[in-house]
């Protein structure tokens, strides 16, 4: 007996008669009616989410923007929702009507735009009342409760949308503010450079202004050593005037050895006279030394005053101005004074020389006339006091002159080292001023300052400075195309799993004969193969032809199912040929093992634990992964090895369908009449 010839007679047996023919065509249908009609029902479901009535209510009152234009988001956010037609949208007056709806089942949900939506949209402009902008959603789960998913996905997109045109509009502003902050800077920049500019053009009047001090006050110290030595000539002075008035006293007392001194007094009259020329001439000096320290004086102010016009800091009209007050000061300064009290001593110095040369002549004519000399000897003695008393206000004069010199001395002095602490001040003033004019240039250009097209890009980089690049290397075309793979799968198992409740796995006549028992087992296998060969190509076709699933390697997707019912139908039909009834519950519980851990819908390694290992051992999530490259055109080089897995367990089935063959061959009481058939 070949193997063949099993497969054939186990087939002629099915299909005997119209009932059995009506059977094999009802379980090769089986897939199609879980695996195609399920994808069918579910193949595109967000596309028709606009069947779904929803609640919209808006009750946004609009605010003013931070520009004074009229902002109503709320209105714009509902239109643009209406517009996308996602939902189907149906407006309501109010939120208790909105609630009352999705309560009653009336809306899927609501979704409600609160009154103060556009203002809170706004606040963040101010610093004291920015607040969230709310959107409300009310959903039910008796409803849908995946319905609360897809619309959390809605608001999201819809929160990311608002928040992004808000964030835009805001960094719009905060961008604008850097610009108007970097042209305040640059203008301040340039301010602190034009008052660097002219705090140095004030230094370097200062200079200017500390050289001409420095010379008033060196021109000062030597007026008054002038007037010193000017002083003591008139002490000298005075004392020889008293000196000469004592002595023509004495001289008159004594007229009457007159005679005998006539010659005598005649030599000393010459000495007197020529004494007087000397002071005389020392007069004339010290006048003319005060007069050019008077001139020196104003010389080295008109010199200060034009070096100042020259540098700005004076003007021509504050410097005459200056020069007048000067001329003032010193016409009625105790130096004029003083200076004028010795010129008009020197006059009298003057006479002095003229009358003791006029004593002189006397003394000579003395000799010849007592009676003359006596009378010009008194009025020689009256001239000597008459000088005394000059001589003594020249020197009161003097001193007042000199006490006003030390004044301008001191007064000159000052105004020097004010000079200099003007000068310094001045320099430290264009330092710190050139410093602040290139530290604000150096913060003018560390200010960003974008243009319209920098800002508009900027703005929206900052509004949503994250973006996703999505890289699908393989990707589903729809949400049905998403779950083929593991409904296909689990169709074919299904499929495969029904054909043992009208096939049997090994026939009695077979384990009756004398064939080898892996020929018994292949024979008896090899009916499964064959319609689970047509359940799977039957599958294939509808799904690809009638849904439009288009795998991305057609070909390549059937063989792959072809070796998917190798694999079932071998470990199908083996389990239930060595457990037989029982064998059936192994099957579904393997099937329900698989349902969990094959990774169909969540990702397999979100399962718990133990359903690892499941997911490991068994064949379907292996299956589920491979028809996903076929049909989404990923990587295949899993293809190779995942068929050799399937080989490997089409080879454990026939291992346990041989081995349920050597078991059934030795026929008990339990095989004639069984405790349980299924």
Request: net charge negative.
């Amino acid at each position: 007996m070949t193997v063949l010839r099993l497969a054939r007679s186990e087939l002629k047996r099915m299909t005997g008669g119209l009932l059995p023919k009506l059977t094999i065509l009802a379980l090769t249908m089986v897939p199609l009616l879980y695996g195609a009609v399920y994808l069918y029902a579910n193949w595109d479901p967000y596309g028709n989410l606009d069947h779904l009535d929803a609640a919209l209510v808006v009750e946004d009152s609009g605010a003013t923007a931070s520009d004074g234009s009229h902002l109503s988001a709320g209105t714009k956010v509902a239109d643009s929702l209406v517009e996308g037609n996602v939902f189907h949208w149906v407006p309501v007056d109010s939120t208790a009507e909105a609630d009352q709806g999705v309560s009653d089942g009336k809306y899927a949900f609501a979704l409600k735009i609160p009154k103060d939506f556009s203002a809170n949209l706004v606040s963040p402009g101010s610093f004291d009342s920015a607040s969230k902008a709310m959107l409300n959603v009310t959903t039910n789960d008796a409803n849908n409760y995946l319905l609360s998913t897809i619309v959390d996905k809605l608001t999201t997109s819809v929160h990311s949308t608002v928040a992004t045109e808000v964030g835009e509009e805001t960094a719009n502003q905060l961008l604008t503010g850097f610009g108007t902050i970097h042209t305040r800077m640059v203008k301040a920049a340039e301010g602190a450079g034009q008052l660097a500019g002219g705090v140095a053009g004030l230094r370097d009047g200062t200079v200017t202004l500390h050289e001409g001090t420095t010379g008033l006050s060196s021109g000062a110290s030597e007026l008054y050593a002038g007037q010193l030595k000017l002083r003591d000539g008139a002490n000298q002075l005075t004392d020889g005037a008293g000196q000469l008035s004592s002595g023509l006293s004495t001289l008159k007392d004594k007229t009457a050895s007159l005679p005998t001194d006539s010659q005598t007094l005649a030599n000393g009259a010459a000495r007197v006279a020529a004494g007087n020329a000397q002071l005389n001439t020392k007069v004339q000096d010290v006048a003319a030394q005060l007069d050019a320290a008077d001139q020196g004086l104003r010389t080295r102010v008109i010199e200060s005053n034009t070096r100042l016009i020259a540098s700005g800091v004076l003007t021509q009209e504050q410097a005459d101005s200056i020069l007048a007050d000067f001329d003032a000061v010193a016409a009625s300064s105790p130096v004029a004074a003083a200076k004028t009290k010795i010129q008009t001593d020197a006059a009298q110095i003057q006479q002095l020389a003229d009358g003791a040369e006029a004593v002189s002549v006397g003394a000579a004519q003395l000799a010849a006339s007592t009676p003359a000399l006596r009378d010009a000897i008194q009025q020689t003695s009256s001239g000597a006091d008459q000088l005394h008393t000059g001589a003594a206000t020249l020197a009161t004069g003097g001193q007042a002159a000199l006490d006003g010199t030390a004044a301008l001395v001191d007064g000159a002095r000052k105004l020097d080292a004010g000079a200099a602490q003007l000068e310094e001040g001045a320099g430290t003033a264009a330092d710190g001023s050139r410093t602040l004019a290139d530290e604000i240039g150096k913060g003018a250009g560390q200010v960003p300052n974008p243009d319209d097209a920098q800002k508009s890009n900027l703005s929206r980089v900052m509004a949503d400075p994250v973006a996703v690049s999505n890289v699908s290397q393989a990707k589903a075309d729809s949400y049905g195309a998403g779950l083929a793979p593991f409904f296909l799968t689990l169709a074919l198992w299904i499929g495969i799993f029904m054909l043992v409740q009208a096939m049997r796995p090994i026939t009695r006549r077979a384990l009756a004969s004398n064939a080898p028992s892996w020929k018994i087992a292949l024979g008896g296998w090899l009916p499964f193969l064959a319609v689970s060969v047509v359940q799977a190509t039957l599958l294939t076709l509808v799904v690809n032809l009638a849904l439009g699933l288009n795998p991305a390697h057609p070909v390549l997707t059937w063989l792959f199912m072809l070796a998917a019912a190798m694999a079932f139908s071998a470990i199908i039909q083996g389990v239930v040929a060595l457990l037989g009834s029982p064998g059936k519950l192994v099957v579904l519980i393997l099937l329900v093992l698989q349902l969990v851990s094959s990774g169909g819908t969540f990702p397999w390694q979100t399962t718990p634990q133990p359903l690892h290992v499941i997911h490991e051992i068994l064949p379907m999530g292996y299956v589920v992964t491979g028809m996903r490259h076929l049909i989404y055109g990923a990587d295949l080089s899993m293809i190779v090895p995942t068929v050799a897995g399937l080989l490997g367990y089409t080879l454990l089935g026939t291992v346990l369908s041989t081995l349920a063959v050597r078991k059934n061959k030795y026929w008990t009481l339990k095989t004639l009449k069984p405790e349980i058939a299924v």
